[in-house]
């Protein structure tokens, strides 16, 4: 048994976007001095909307990278299926600047521990915030993100599904209930 | 993705799949070797033992880096301070070196097939550093890489290897590997130091080195053991020089831009000489750079599976 119910759709995902780059230029006073930078998949492509949209409305051109956290993970050993490493990429000097951290969904906190350690051996940035999508709770790490796109408050059998056109052909954020037998 | 196998003892059937997966994977280690802090955490608590038993400067010392670089606690043991000389077999030595609760264990003999054994006896992870005569199949993964990092795709390049091939576990890696890829692969030297049934492997031979040069792309030029030279398989290194030496005025002849790779250690002017050895066509210094991200991708692909 699976039952979905669609949290986001394609108006509030556009919506949410909008907003989340308006806080972080509010917050940062400007884009002078911030960079984004995603973590793969799904926060890259969130990443690059979010520094389209912040470039929109500033007009000066913004430093995006991209970040694979496969050998910063703590669940490396145990895993069955191996990650495939697709790589950092990140060609612009890290070191004081203001970096946005981009991911679709913030849970446990591990992923963005990870980051944190594989960001900092980039360089020294003045300050890393954190941006995400969905935050649906249940963290096992002191992590909290400074821009949050919608929280949904979940039950451990349940999965927030983040959709984004360039992969899965729409932009959604469904709710997905694994039923228990 | 995977790898298909617990170890690498070589190259002679590995799939196509897994050499590819070795090689894009390389790429990401070769980006974290450009970085300020040139470490991950990877293998954090893992341990790696290499297992020297045939002196070895720079394989070990790339092997010993890319452990490091993946945060591995390293263990060297080299056969000319250990109880090897006290007559321990390798198999004794082994079970040891497991008992101490080893996850992966380098090892490079003298004896052809040492590898293979020490995989069936041991839990570890085995990778093979060289065995004997027959192969070396991190040697041959870090040249391919730097060929297709300086050309492209290896379907349809043509790699010529040339000097001893009958005592060089190089090329047999390197033509088991090539031919898996796609790449046509030939071999030149002298007729004492080609076997003599090595087309069986799908290779062109040839003992002219001016025309093996007119068809090749790329030369994979071998060391010239000096230390075989009391054996005489050729007359004398200067006649070496003579008949294989590669040498700028041959290779202009091609009209072509002519890749080299040398695996090291070169000596000048006698197997290459130095100007083409310092050449723009000469990758054998990147060699070295991707030898250490090649051996990270191994040691991170063998060394996370479950």
Known sequence: MQDNSLLVDEQGFQRTLTRLAHEILEFNKGSSNIAIVGIRTRGDFLARRLARKIQEIEHRELQVGVLDITLYRDDLRGKLNQPLLKGTDIFFDVTGKNIV????????????????????DLGRPAAIQLAVLVDRGHRELPIKADFVGKNCPTSSDEEIQVRMSEIDGEDAVVLVRKGRY | MPLSCRHLLGLDGMPKEDIQTILD???????????PIKRVPTLQGKTVVNLFFESSTRTRTSFELAERRLSAD?????????SVKKGESLKDTARNIEMMKIDTVVIRHASSGAAHFLSRVIDANVINAGDGSHEHPTQALLDMYSLRERRGSLEGMHVCIVGDIAHSRVARSNIYGLKTMGAEVSVCGPRTLVPRDVEKLGVRV?????AAIADADVLNVLRIQLERQESAFFPSLREYRQYFGITRERLERAKRQITILHPGPINRDVEISADVADGENSIILQQVLNGVAVRMAVLYLLGTSS
Request: glycine fraction near 2%; charge should be negative.
């Open chain 2, 206 to 210: 040839y003992f002219d080195i001016d």
């Open chain 2, 25 to 35: 994977t390389a790429t990401s280690f070769r980006e974290v070797l450009e970085r």
């Open chain 2, 74 to 82: 390293v263990v060297n043991f080299s056969a000319d301070a250990s």
């Open chain 1, 101 to 120: 951290l981009v991911d679709d969904v913030l849970f446990t906190g591990r992923t963005v521990r990870a980051a944190l350690d594989a960001l900092i």
